[in-house]
Every structure is written in C-alpha cells, then in structure tokens.
DNA sequence: ACCTGAACACCGTTCAAGT
DNA sequence: ACCTGAACACCGTTCAAGT
C-alpha cells in the first residue's frame, strides 16, 4: 500500500529534489515563492513540476506533510504527561506556535479546516482533526472544557489566536496570552478554586 | 485643512474615477484585483494610477476609509443604546461581520492593528483604536471586562475571530458563536450571577 | 503638472518535441 | 513514461515622450 506504481528512477529523484527545494524556498521566499525558480534549483523543467504537483498547494503539502504528522504525534505525547485540560492548551500553544514559525504551514492547515476544504487536503489534516478530538473530549469528559464545543470549532479558533499573534509581532511571543484569553471562554464558569464540581443541593 | 493643493481638474476627476472603479474592482475580484484593470476600466494610464497610489495598499485605503470611518462611528451609536459591556460585544460582531463581508477591508485592518504598520494606515486605523478603546475602558469600569485587557489586543482577536468564521464558512454565519466563545474569557471570573461587585470584606 | 502607453522583468501554465 | 524548455497570457512597475 505504501507505493501503488513504483515510480521511474529519474521521476523519484526528480519528486525528492522538488520537495528539497521547495522547502528551502518556501522558508526563504514565504509561501508565495516562485514555483519556476523551484523547477530550477532543482534542475528540472518547469512542466515537470507540475506533472508531480499540479497546484501551489499539492506542492505545499507535500512539503510540509511530516510537520503534520509530528504536530499530531505530538498530542499524544503531551496527553501522557500532563492532565487533559491543560495537555489541550499545551498543544494549541504547540501548533499555534508552529504555524507562525514554518511559513505556510498556517495556510495549509487552514484549508484543511475549512468548510469545502479539497479532499487532498482532507486527508492531510485529517490526523490534526483526530489529535484535537482526542484531547478536546478528554478534558470535556474531565469537566475543565466546555461540552459544547467541537474539536473542528477549537482548531479554527486557535489559527485565530496564531492570527491575532502574527499581528502583534512577526513572531509567536503572544500566542500564550491570546491562548489564555481564548480558554477562560473555553472552560465551564468555575463556581470555586477548589477541585471537584460539588454537588449543589 | 481639508486640501493642501487643490488638484488639477482632470488629475481629480481621474482620482474619483480610479477609486469608482477599483472599488468594483476589489468587490468583484477581491484585494488582490488587477491594477491595471482599474487603471483601464478607469480609462486612464497605468502610470496615472501610480502617481496617486504607490502601492496598492493606498488604493485599498483609499477606496475604504468611508467604511472604516462608518464602523468607528457605529461604535458610538451602540453605546448609546446598550449598556458597556454588550455594547462592546455588538460592536466587535459588527466590525467582524464587516470585515468578512467587504473583501479586502479584513487585511486592511489587519495592517491597522499590527506593530509596525505604516504611518499611512495608522492614520486610517486610529480612529478604529479610539472607537475600541472607549468601548473596551467602559466595559471595564463597569466590570464586565477584565481590567488586564488592552483594546489594541481586543481589536487583534475580533480579526482572528474573523478569519475562524472565515474557516468555517465563507459568509460570517459563525461570528457571533466564536466571538461569544472569546467574551467569556474577557470576562472577570463571575463569583454570583446577580449584579454588583460585592465587596468581599 | 499631469497623463500616456510602450517597455521591462517576472510570474504561472501549457504543450510540442524530444529521450 | 517522463522530461525539456520555448511559448503564451498575464501581472506590477517604470519612465521617456507628450500635452
């Protein structure tokens, strides 16, 4: 299942040089960068480009599906270690944080949130969407996250945050203060500041 | 004050023309619309445009300063209606919901409310601060709105608000759902549901 | 003082010709 | 089957020549 055609020898090198340069290029230039310089660095012509990525963003993803894929581990990891309400905002930090960082990456990820979002894209963030699940209804089932909202709502809202960030700073300096503007909201009202929801009457 | 150099009857009549038509424009083909389309559609030199705007940015200014004025002033007229703190939440909806709306006006803001903007939009974002400031400072002398709140932050999070509603469906049909998620953690943490903040000892 | 529009550099995308 | 690169259409921007 890994490889449904195995691809000429010359046509694999020529897809891993793409994604080599790409990466450099998207890095260096932003997400807009020149897809014909691209071909070039990478030796090849410009039509055989687009034989391998038809589109800007077929090129895109293919670029920065590992960081994807880490981003999504990474909910797992965080989950072990610290108790479910604050394992979720750890992650949103994590990736908030990661789409400022790797330009393009926030983009991307937000096409894959989308309403009407391409089926390529689907896939592709179809594992974001599992690993926001996961914790979102860990810490709903915990009572520290507000039973009504969806995983897909959550997400949307923290590309808000990595939005809002970029705007006070090049970098991702306020995504922790956004963040927790955003999750007071998150959370049920507390009645104390001690533990447990005692029962009222 | 109102025109240092009165200009040129043709140099005028080509400037209204200009901003006429990129106005269509922007509506049509959104912010990133040909600019020598208006210029042609405007029936002048691509080079006459340049002259009054040096970069499309002046042009998007000055195409929606109108609009951007009319939000600032809507501020004042919902305060007048509401108490503090809805007055503030209506107010935010109506700048989100316009923001998705009016294509073009969202990035524009977005330069407004970001550290370095230019000299140029500061002057055309300023009066979208002071409208947010007298909102947001009423809003916390009442103690609806935490007092650690900046306004300048607040107007960040309408944006990224905007642009989760923008996710989840072209129009802004989530607006008030993700806004009211937001609000929650603009609030002080409500010890009783009645009103007054008893003194506690 | 202002306008025109040709000219330039730079894109993305396609496709006939090659291997 | 895959690659090449010329060709095309379309940008933004500049500037010499005109009024």
Redesign the interface.
């Known amino acids: 299942m890994a490889q449904v055609k195995p691809m000429r020898a010359d046509a694999r090198r020529n897809y891993e040089r793409l994604i080599e340069e790409a990466a450099v290029a998207f890095a260096e230039h932003g997400e807009g960068a020149s897809l014909d310089d691209i071909a070039k660095r990478a030796g090849v012509g410009s039509g055989t480009l687009y034989r391998h990525f038809p589109n800007r963003q077929a090129l895109l993803e293919a670029v920065y599906v590992d960081a994807i894929e880490a981003i999504a581990m990474r909910a797992d990891e965080i989950a072990a270690r610290l108790p479910p309400g604050e394992a979720l905002v750890e992650w949103l930090n994590e990736l908030s944080e990661r789409m400022i960082q790797v330009r393009g990456l926030k983009t991307l990820l ?1 096409s894959a ?3 009407g979002s391409s089926a390529v894209l689907t896939a592709c963030g179809s594992s974001v969407k599992g690993a926001a699940t996961r914790l979102v209804e860990a810490a709903q089932r915990e009572g520290t996250v507000r039973p009504d ?1 969806e995983p897909i ?1 959550i997400l ?2 923290a ?7 970029e ?4 970098e991702g300096k306020h995504i922790r ?2 963040l ?7 959370r049920p ?2 009645r104390r500041a001690d533990g447990g929801p005692g029962p009222e009457n």
């Open positions: 937000g949130v989308t309403d909202v709502e949307r809202l590309h808000g945050v990595a939005t809002a960030s705007l006070a700073n090049g203060r956004y927790s503007l955003l999750t007071e909201g998150l009202e507390r």
